[in-house]
């Protein structure tokens, strides 16, 4: 068996580029919600020492120095672009397993050439979208993500690391920081560090006994693929244990109630749809919303609630009701101005793993029934437009976006027009 991974560099920068040809050799960034911070650097702007998660603020003069391009976040733009990449790899392989939104794993198994293969199918990508991939084969899932990495970093390989013979992997773990290495976490990393693992290598020539009684089973699958046994299957992939979705409003704030659970209504529908696309459920559920910590000259006020469903869900109807039954609950007659809103999902597992009840109230294969006609309406038409009524059209809450650019390929009315 024999797995690719694709996986497009540096999406975000390279979906802007793909509109501003002129960007192509020079630095770019891109900025997370309310441009707080810098989420996505092109290599140029990796070259100038630009970390990821560094506040705007803090580093708007050496971006203006540099004349680096900067952008606000377009999901509507990235998604799209995610769409296509994946409708071309699909294509390639009866066996397309979308991780991300920019990655993707294929089934090579009886490609006869798989190196030029992936060469021709990396060009065929790059040629159609105008996003750059790098791909990484390998026997395990692991290692084909690691070998992705090399593919990036080295032009030589043609878009296109190999790690296929037992001379190829043990090169490739000598040289691969442990921290680095696909489900190793930071502490897992800490914790190797102090025993003398630096490196893939040093990890896989430890006895298998050593690692099942100081590591999970997560931990120890790891330690098998490294060695090239392929033992995780696409549903036992690494899922987020929790998601949060927030956002700080403009101006002083919100202190209308509609306009508070408008927002948190939106908030909870990202999180449900966000578990849906990684086939996931939560138990519990955290909605807040905070007024500006920095304001002494206004009241403050903090809400912050758990909620915990009887019964795991990724129901949008569920969640919102939920939600909103609970900000309702917790409201203040008091005037507040609320200047960050969120929800927070957690206690999350697969989908294919719920336990029912048998005091459930909810018609669980409805509601699946329901989500899944949504999802596919939203996909092809566009984000929310199937929509809870109670999540609105009001722009009060909105992201500051300063340096958005527009939705090429989902709005006709910024479709691009050429001067010929």
């Not at 290599?43 to 120095?65: I, S, W």
């Not at 899932?141 to 296929?164: C, E, H, N, R």
């Not at 927002?263 to 559920?285: D, G, H, P, W, Y």
Request: with cysteine; net charge positive.
């Amino acid at each position: 068996m024999l797995y690719g991974l694709v996986d497009c560099n540096n999406f975000f920068c390279s979906c802007e580029r793909v509109f501003h040809p002129e960007l192509r050799e020079r630095p770019v960034v891109v900025l997370s919600n309310n441009d707080g911070c810098i989420v996505a650097r092109s290599n140029e702007a990796k070259a100038l020492g630009l970390k990821m998660g560094e506040p705007f603020y803090q580093v708007r003069k050496v971006l203006e120095d540099n004349g680096v391009a900067v952008f606000s976040s377009n999901y509507a733009l990235y998604g799209d672009m995610s769409r296509r990449v994946m409708s071309l790899l699909s294509r390639y392989t009866p066996h397309l397993d979308v991780y991300s939104i920019d990655e993707a794993f294929l089934d090579l198994e009886g490609i006869a050439d798989v190196n030029q293969y992936c060469i021709d199918m990396a060009r065929h990508i790059r040629r159609g979208t105008g996003i750059p991939v790098s791909v990484g084969v390998a026997p395990t899932k692991t290692l084909a993500k690691m070998a992705s990495k090399f593919a990036k970093k080295y032009p030589g390989y043609q878009s296109v690391a190999m790690i296929d013979t037992p001379e190829k992997r043990e090169k490739a773990l000598r040289l691969f920081p442990i921290e680095d290495v696909w489900g190793i976490g930071r502490r897992i990393a800490r914790r190797l560090h102090s025993v003398g693992i630096t490196t893939a290598w040093d990890f896989a020539q430890r006895p298998a006994e050593w690692v099942k009684r100081c590591f999970t089973i997560t931990g120890l699958r790891t330690w098998q693929e490294l060695n090239g046994r392929d033992v995780v299957s696409i549903d036992e992939l690494p899922h987020k244990q929790t998601i949060c979705t927030s956002r700080s409003f403009p101006d002083q704030g919100l202190s209308e109630l509609k306009d508070v659970e408008e927002a948190l209504a939106n908030f909870i529908s990202s999180c449900s749809r966000k578990l849906r696309e990684q086939s996931t459920v939560c138990e519990a559920m955290t909605i807040f919303a905070y007024t500006s910590r920095f304001r002494e000259d206004i009241p403050g006020d903090y809400i912050h609630a758990d909620i915990h469903f009887g019964v795991a869900t990724n129901s949008l109807t569920e969640m919102v009701d939920a939600g909103i039954q609970t900000l309702r609950a917790y409201w203040k007659p008091t005037r507040f101005f609320y200047k960050k809103a969120g929800c927070i999902v957690w206690a999350i597992s697969r989908a294919s793993a719920v336990q029912g009840s048998l005091f459930d109230s909810v018609d669980r294969p409805k509601s699946q029934r329901l989500m899944q006609a949504i999802d596919t309406i939203n996909r092809r038409n566009g984000r929310d437009t199937v929509r809870t009524a109670i999540q609105g059209y009001s722009t009060a809450w909105h992201l500051k976006s300063q340096y958005l650019s527009h939705p090429y390929t989902t709005s006709l009315a910024h479709i691009l027009r050429l001067k010929i």
